[in-house]
């Protein structure tokens, strides 16, 4: 039986417009500053929206060569790999158990994570910043950001986490538990590599959101361990008048986080996937 191709209706048109939209509306801006870092100041006066004619590029050539730059990007690095193997870790040893063990406070205990995707970072800045300051006395450190921020990053990845690993097939645990084959040796050697593309998943969005962060790296750290996003502030206060250097060091925040989102958006999706279908 042949199967006729749906004609293109008004309804799919007008999912193509809604996506059009919001593919302009999300990569404008992006492309705006990127274009923008290859103009001069004058050309920006001048004519706004236009393009670069000629192309300049002392604005990121300035930027790359400043050693600030890359001390900010430094610090973004080691704070985001931080959270990320802590959010990782913790994650999928909290998501498992919720997923393959049956006890009395499961779906209570579940619930304790879903409800933390609505509570945000900020509501507990203060009580945040007394605790990593005064009682941890990690001010001004990696780990005191990035603590934090992998414990924020916790109710995402067991929410994904969890279906993921309750779609895996039952029988592979009891075979290797046949074959003599411990809770804990089957968890890092069966369960942990067949969740590679969810650990992938909530890896990334566990590293993207790090290296974002602005407010907690804003209060806790100083100086030489001021993150990317603290430093196009910075940048952007000391060079107000040059906002086309302003672009290129924005642009060039931007970049590892979107070459990173990019390279894995398949497993992402996939991982996505294999949670939903959980």
């Not at 929206?49 to 192309?55: C, Q, R, T």
């Not at 962060?213 to 030489?224: G, H, I, V």
């Amino acid at each position: 039986m042949i199967r006729r191709a749906r004609p293109f209706g008004s309804g799919s048109l007008l999912v193509y417009l809604l996506a059009l939209v919001a593919v302009i509306v999300t990569l404008g801006p992006v492309v705006y500053g990127a274009l923008g870092g290859f103009r001069s100041n004058e050309q920006l006066a001048r004519d706004p929206s236009g393009l670069p004619d000629p192309w300049v590029f002392s604005n990121y050539t300035a930027v790359l060569t400043k050693e600030a730059f890359w001390r900010y990007a430094l610090n973004s690095s080691i704070v985001a790999l931080i959270t990320t193997a802590v959010a990782v870790l913790f994650g999928v040893m909290a998501a498992y158990p919720l997923a393959r063990y049956q006890f009395k406070a499961r779906e209570p205990l579940f619930m304790v994570f879903v409800l933390g995707l609505l509570f945000p970072a900020a509501v507990a800045i203060i009580p945040l910043f007394i605790l990593v300051t005064r009682d941890l006395h990690m001010a001004n450190s990696w780990w005191g950001v990035a603590l934090p921020q992998a414990a924020f990053a916790l109710p995402i990845t067991v929410v994904i986490l969890r279906p993921f690993l309750m779609a895996i097939p039952k029988e592979l645990e009891e075979a290797a538990l046949m074959d003599g084959a411990s809770r804990i040796g089957i968890f890092w050697r069966l369960v942990i590599p067949l969740s590679v593309p969810a650990l992938v998943t909530v890896g990334v969005l566990a590293f993207v959101t790090s290296w974002n962060a602005y407010l907690l790296p804003l209060l806790l750290l100083q100086d030489d361990m001021r993150t990317l996003p603290l430093g196009v502030a910075d940048y952007s206060s000391e060079h107000s008048s040059d906002t086309a250097g302003v672009l290129a060091f924005t642009t060039l925040a931007m970049i590892p986080a979107l070459i990173l989102f990019l390279a894995m958006q398949r497993r992402i999706v996939s991982g996505l996937q294999g949670a939903v279908k959980g």
